[in-house]
């Protein structure tokens, strides 16, 4: 009697990975799925945009009612805060986007699919969180135009605009690394609840300790000890350093000759090598322990 050999299930980690052409085909498809959503939704997507209006108006009230002050910061707060309500923004899409892609898509049971096809998780995310960078460029130009019809003023030019843009580019990259730290913990700690400890803690921090609001220096030194670990407090340095002629400000670090800006930029560089190597390999730690123990299917 012939016996009948089954061949084993092939392992979910060995399929077929797309190529690079597949790859850029689906691309627009899993980022317009994102955008299609936010524009059907219009009265969502008003009440979105009036209320970072709102939030944004009560920041500069606040402003308005500082005055003039003995610190040089105060003279022109309106344009202060709106750099660093514009830098938080972006920078939030690096911090969330990660973790927020990989919930949103674990929930709604769209994650399966992706698992089951060619295209790779990460694919996913890099999509979701190119959204989350369109939807935060939307609130940053929102917010300046509120922060200009507060009277907020830039004393730069276009060479400086330019220099703080990068510090912004580079500060995203560096936070992203941060990002896919909070994502793998949707998987090395099951941190499925809607929130992770990583963001958590960088999140308040990122209001409270990098001079999103207000300087540095007016922090106790065990808090400006704690910005200094952070990629944002440098970057909006920088920015406020290029745009608002703010010299007299104490740098947050010194090496040698190099003047404050060009500190920045190399504290900066430091995070933008470091921080995305370490997230992608915990990130791809947790993808490891997820294709053990099925912790991205709801079903497992």
């Known amino acids: 009697m012939a016996t009948t050999t089954l061949k084993p299930a092939t392992p979910l980690e060995v399929t077929a990975v797309a190529g690079p052409g597949y790859l850029i085909g689906i691309f627009p498809a899993l980022m317009g799925r994102n955008a299609r959503m ?14 970072m209006a709102a939030q944004a108006s009560v920041f500069f009230f606040v402003g308005r009612a500082l005055g003039a002050g003995d610190q040089g910061w105060t003279d022109n707060y309106a344009a202060f805060l709106a750099i660093g309500l514009v830098f938080n923004t972006v920078l939030e899409a690096s911090l969330n986007g990660p973790f927020q892609s990989l919930s949103g898509n674990y929930w709604s049971a769209r994650l399966e699919t992706v698992l089951l096809s060619p295209c790779p998780v990460w694919s996913l995310l890099i999509a979701d969180s190119t959204w989350f960078y369109v ?9 300046g135009s509120v922060g ?27 936070v992203l690394g941060i990002g896919l730290m909070s ?6 700690i ?15 921090l990122q209001g409270l300790v990098t001079g999103a609001y207000f300087p540095v220096s007016e922090l106790p030194g065990w808090l400006q000890a704690m910005a200094k ?23 947050l670090a010194t090496f040698g000759t190099l003047s404050p800006v060009a500190t920045d930029f190399v504290v900066l560089g430091g995070f933008v090598v470091a921080l995305p190597v370490a997230g992608a390999w915990l990130f791809r730690l947790g993808l490891r322990k997820a294709q053990v123990d099925g912790g991205l299917s709801r079903w497992a």
């Open 190 to 204: 099951n941190a499925k609840g809607g929130n992770d400890p990583i963001s958590w803690l960088v999140g308040i």
């Open 38 to 51: 936010w524009i059907h939704f219009r009265v969502s997507m008003v009440m979105d945009l009036l209320n």
């Open 229 to 251: 670990c952070l990629p944002q407090t440098y970057a909006i340095d920088a920015a406020r350093r290029l745009l608002l002629d703010n010299d007299e400000a104490v740098p």
């Open 135 to 143: 939807r935060a460029a939307i609130n940053a130009l929102i917010l």
């Open 183 to 188: 994502a793998a913990m949707f998987m090395l």
């Open 148 to 174: 200009w019809a507060f009277g907020a003023r830039l004393e730069a030019g276009f060479q400086d605009v330019a220099i703080a843009t990068a510090a912004l580019a580079m500060a995203a990259v560096a």
